[in-house]
């Protein structure tokens, strides 16, 4: 295998995002949540209301104190609202079993409500400095071209971290700064739709670029359309509440507007079930 660590390093010395988890100091509690945030929602918005969640609650400690409806309603409209009761109760385990601290160890981390194989990574990466394979969308996609000449990942398997693993160098911050480094190549420059191989640093050693650019297919789970989706109706009921928050509202007043009663209906009971809304006697609210 080419050595792809060289150029990604010199590559990512240059031309990384400044990105305000990637601050030096900016503490595994601030990468934590950043984490929580970018999953499946743009950086653009990820930013600001990673600064004003961190402004609110700078510790684990701050956001157990708070309830769950004031952190499904600080999360706004980053979409994806489980996330939010995901990190509350990861916040009140933090405090409970670590005293306040984001744990290093990858298995306590992953022990942690909400985080899974990449977030458990990222943590003990970036905010710890130890050496793991960190895989996400961007980067399996880097490794799908660069190493096994494909136009586009397949779906997610435990393989990824053995594959990221085989170009890490051996010392930690180097392996690093690779992490971060196929993951930045992969959401600027080596993307989805239209990569821009005359950027690339590793066009002279991609498999993909080599063989002729071939159209091998994309297996990939294609996303829902969010117009007239019943994510879309979950999130319109979400919106009244936190408006109304921290009162409640009749039911027949949750999501009023939304043109189909029966979606409104099932999006209000699939948040009960999630544990995201509350409703007794005839009244809906966030959770308590």
Request: with cysteine; charged share 25%.
């Amino acid at each position: 295998m080419p050595d792809l660590a060289t150029p990604l390093i010199a590559w990512y010395r240059n031309h990384a995002r400044e990105l305000p988890w990637r601050a030096p100091g900016f503490g595994a509690w601030g990468v934590l949540v950043s984490e929580f945030m970018l999953q499946q929602t743009p950086v653009a918005r990820v930013i600001p209301r990673l600064e004003a969640w961190l402004g609110r609650w700078p510790t684990p400690a701050a956001l157990a104190a708070a309830s769950p409806a004031e952190a499904v309603t600080q999360w706004a409209n980053l979409g994806y609202p489980r996330r939010a009761l995901w990190l509350h109760r990861a916040a009140a385990e933090i405090t409970a079993r670590h005293g306040g601290v984001v744990p290093r160890d990858v298995d306590a981390l992953l022990a942690l409500t909400g985080i899974g194989d990449y977030t458990a990574r990222a943590v003990a990466v970036f905010a710890y400095g130890d050496r793991h394979p960190v895989v996400d969308t961007n980067t399996r996609r880097v490794l799908a071209r660069a190493v096994d000449g494909r136009a586009q990942p397949g779906p997610p398997s435990r393989s990824d971290l053995a594959a990221m693993s085989a170009i890490l160098p051996d010392d930690d911050a180097a392996a690093a700064v690779v992490n971060a480094a196929a993951m930045e190549l992969g959401a600027v420059v080596c993307t989805a739709r239209v990569p821009h191989c005359d950027r690339c640093p590793l066009a002279a050693s991609c498999a993909w670029r080599a063989a002729g650019y071939p159209d091998t297919g994309d297996t990939r789970r294609k996303q829902a359309r969010y117009e007239g989706s019943d994510r879309q109706a979950r999130g319109a009921v979400l919106k009244t509440l936190r408006d109304a928050a921290p009162e409640a509202c009749p039911v027949e007043e949750v999501a009023k507007d939304w043109p189909d009663a029966g979606q409104r209906d099932r999006a209000i009971d699939s948040l009960v079930a999630d544990g995201l809304v509350e409703i007794e006697d005839g009244v809906v609210r966030l959770p308590r």
